[in-house]
RNA sequence: CGGAGCGUAGCUCAGCCUGGCUAGAGCGCCAGCUUUGGGAGCUGGAUGUCGCAGGUUCGAAUCCUGUCGCUCCGACCA
């Protein structure tokens, strides 16, 4: 491709409205425009990268047997109230209208329609295992479109949904996938980390999450550097808190004390009280599928409302009003405790998080505004419904394996693998007949990566000062060859022009600077893209019978002209090994 | 939706507080000359419904009200 011949806006300063690196760097690099909040337009550099991801993603699913289809975006509001995620993925489902009113939704996500499919075609257990998989626009009403591509309205993404006769035989298909994912983020030169991960509102009982660390990163992993364990933080445990929980009894009854103005766990934690925070009981209230609930935890945990969904199987969890908090217990937040003498609401389910199982000696609040508990025994003055896991893990508990300490840190997620099981397809009706003849639902797992949200975090991962680093398996072009002098007859171009065809018959990517521009502004524009190698063919080391070879990020060094060509196809083979050797064999 | 901030030239921004002359700068763009190894220099030029609507005022980019859009923080996710 010539650079004259093609779109490349490049941007010396940085657009107001871009926050992180590589959100600016795609608009500086010219890779992609804005529409508006959430919508962008892929320009011809950022639409070659994609176009790159998208044949790695479909190599590696069609190696491992998943067949591609194409799903309309366009959808049946119909389906989606079949499946019930109608009104439980309600937030992020686009609604449309057509001429006749008729209501219509887009798709962000394709669970459904493929049920649908198999429950059409898929009748016998001859015909399975099969994985459906699909690379298009997916749409999802984001609460917040958020850094470029990361989290847009329109987005694209893979997925891929596969069916099975049993849960052994679906634990194959997703070890497939999970070998694929890995295989995937490798070719495409990023270092991504599976980790366990919440189910979520698709539902499912076994996931792991594809993340690529980094600050910008909207998740937070919770990792074991022994690299025995990696989960969501939504998902992750301990072996609990570092500070043990008091057990000892203090007293044989509750006492009720004063605690005018105390309405956080800190302040009851400081003087005079000096009630330290793993001494406390919070109590909070939640509603949990519209029904009121009150959740438990020592005084010094966060809840983990992915944890409480879980836990309580509801669909919607949010924290009560201020006015539902008082209906419930007759007291506002601050003084609120789950003693059984102050509750006055029958019907209240209680669930306590496990780190306060035999805690005695704890104060709590009294649901009487200005006043908490000392000495309470949980199993004597609380009547728990449920003991669960409802705490965020911290950063420097122990490992449940290993014993090690946690580290957290902060990763964009790439890819999501899903074990559904029998969900959609019981009830969309996905059935087949085994040997015997007897029917039974397919077993189901799902599995999506987001195309141009990886797109952007291989920026993220690979960029520094100058503009981007290109790993070269999704850089939008190998080489890239810059004249500094673009006078038909004049020795670089001539050369230039020579190499260009000679590489390009060779099969190698390669851009031609054909720009009448300074030498500056082609460096300073090559370096901004990132083009894993820039040749600068200039007359002064032309003289001395020399080319430059500069790798982006690396070093100059020269050869000689006759040797040009074959030095860059050995750079660009030495460079392609080298990611190579990073993928691990299927 | 809650909180904060911003809308002035293609881009980055000044001007607004304290209303007043012809609305500015840098970059980019166009023409010419010069220059040619890290975003050049000189000369000349084009470019604005000051987000939109209403109000206050003799007079509004500036003050007030409303509205739309964008960005950031929080809840959501590939």
């Known amino acids: 491709m010539r650079w004259t011949q093609t779109f490349i806006p490049t941007l010396k300063e940085t657009p107001a409205d871009a926050e992180i690196a590589s959100h600016k760097l795609l608009l500086r690099a010219g890779l992609v425009r804005k529409l508006t909040g959430g919508l962008y337009t ?15 993603v479909r190599e590696e699913m069609d190696r491992v047997g998943a067949i591609e289809v194409s799903i309309p975006c366009l959808q049946p509001p119909d ?21 006749a009113k008729k209501e219509w939704v887009l798709s962000p996500t394709a669970e459904e329609v493929i049920t649908q499919l198999a429950a059409n075609e898929l009748s016998s257990y001859r015909q399975l295992p099969r994985n459906f998989y699909q690379i298009g626009v997916k749409f999802r009403d984001e609460i917040r479109p958020r850094f470029g591509l990361m989290r847009a ?53 076994y996931s792991h999450e594809f993340m690529v660390p980094a600050e910008t990163g909207e998740n937070e992993v919770v990792y074991c550097e022994s690299g025995q364990y990696a989960a969501n933080i939504e998902k992750a445990t301990s072996r609990g808190p570092l500070a043990g929980t008091p057990t000892a009894s203090t007293s044989p009854a509750p006492e009720k004390f004063p ?48 944890k409480l969904m879980a836990r309580t199987g509801a669909t919607q969890v949010r924290p009560a009003t201020a006015d539902e908090v008082f209906a419930a217990l007759g007291a506002h937040p601050g003084s609120l405790g789950a003693v059984k003498t102050t509750l006055r609401v029958a019907d209240l389910r ?19 505004d200005g006043f908490h508990f000392r000495h309470i025994e949980i199993a004597r003055d609380i009547e728990v419904n449920q003991w669960a896991d409802f705490r965020t893990v911290q950063a420097g508990e122990l490992d449940v394996e290993t014993g090690q300490p946690l580290k957290i840190r ?10 559904l099981g029998t969900k959609y397809s019981e009830k969309m009706n996905a059935l087949y007949l ?51 002098s673009v006078a038909p007859d004049s020795a670089p171009m001539k050369l230039a022009e020579q190499l260009y065809a000679e590489l390009t018959a060779r ?78 064999s299927a």
């Open 507 to 584: 099969g190698a990517e390669v851009i031609l600077d054909d720009r009448d521009e300074r030498p500056g502004v082609k460096f300073k524009d090559a370096d901004l893209i990132g083009f894993p190698l820039r040749v600068n063919l200039g007359e002064k080391a032309m003289a001395r019978g020399e080319i430059e070879l500069k790798p982006r990020g690396g070093n100059l060094s020269f050869v000689k002209i006759e040797n040009v060509a074959t030095a860059i196809s050995d750079w660009l083979a030495a460079e392609s090994a080298r990611y190579a050797a990073a993928v691990p």
């Open 259 to 306: 605690t005018p103005g105390v309405v956080t766990i800190d302040a009851l934690a400081a003087a005079p009280y000096n009630v330290a925070a793993h001494q406390q009981i919070k109590t909070l209230v939640y509603v949990a599928d519209s029904k009121p609930i009150l959740v438990l935890l020592r005084g010094d945990d966060q809840l983990n409302e992915a």
């Open 153 to 205: 309205k329109e987005f694209v993404m893979k997925d891929a949904y596969s069916f099975d006769v049993n849960d052994a035989a679906a634990m194959v298909s997703y070890r497939k996938m999970y070998d694929a994912y890995t295989r995937i983020f490798a070719r495409c030169g990023l270092r991504a980390f599976p980790v366990e991960a919440d189910t979520g509102v698709i539902g499912g009982n």
């Open 434 to 484: 085994d040997e015997a003849g007897k029917q039974h639902p397919c077993v189901m797992g799902c599995y999506g990566i987001g195309v141009t949200r990886t797109l952007q975090a291989i920026i993220e991962q690979g960029n520094d000062k100058d503009g981007i680093l290109w790993p070269l398996p999704t850089a939008p072009f190998a080489v890239c060859l810059t004249p500094l």
């Open 79 to 99: 389906i989606w109230q079949q499946s019930g995620r109608y009104t439980t993925a309600a937030e992020v489902l686009y609604h449309v209208f057509d001429r």
């Open 410 to 419: 902060r990763a964009i997620e790439v890819g999501h693998v899903f074990k």
């Open 350 to 368: 209680i669930y306590a998080d496990r780190a306060l199982q035999g805690a005695a000696g704890m104060t709590t609040g009294a649901n009487d």
């Open 42 to 56: 892929f320009l011809p550099l950022g639409v070659r990268v994609l176009r790159k991801i998208e044949r790695i």
